[in-house]
């Protein structure tokens, strides 16, 4: 039975609006990472998988908006996603949907949380509380 596992992202002065951080992780049991960011003022995460091909976003250049800051953009063939839903607003996969992972703010720090996530075995930098 898998349990609910906070996996810490980073201070949330680190993470300002139009960055991200990307968390390697394993979603699934299997090896996966976590793309977690700030938009208009809240903190948002979804697991770093195209909805396009198995992907990352970030795999072609290391940013996941696009040139508004207003929408995701999977950096391989340009799907561009609501940051908000996580669905696709392109005509390519039109209305699938990143898989959404929970945050959580706490003290000034910033977590994910997820029964589906958990930390690298060899992560000592993302400490498991
Ligand atoms: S793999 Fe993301 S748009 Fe094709």
Redesign the pocket.
């Known amino acids: 039975m898998s349990t609910k596992q906070r996996i810490w992202v980073c201070s949330i002065d680190r993470l300002k609006e139009g960055s991200y951080e990307r968390v390697e992780v394993e979603y699934a049991d299997e090896p996966s990472s976590v793309i977690v960011f700030r938009y208009q003022g809240d903190f948002l995460a979804y697991r770093n998988l195209?909805v396009?091909?198995p992907?990352r976003?970030d795999c072609e250049k290391d940013m996941i908006f696009d040139d508004t800051g207003q929408n995701l953009r999977?950096s391989?063939?340009?799907?561009i996603y609501d940051p908000v839903t996580g669905e696709s607003i392109s005509t390519?996969c039109e209305g699938d949907k990143l898989t959404p992972i929970k945050v959580e703010v706490n003290e000034g720090e910033v977590y994910i949380f997820d029964k589906r996530v958990k930390p690298l075995l060899d992560d000592s930098e993302h400490i498991n509380i």
Not at 76 to 79: D, K, L, S, T
């Open positions: 195209c396009h091909m992907r976003l999977c391989m063939h340009g799907v390519i």
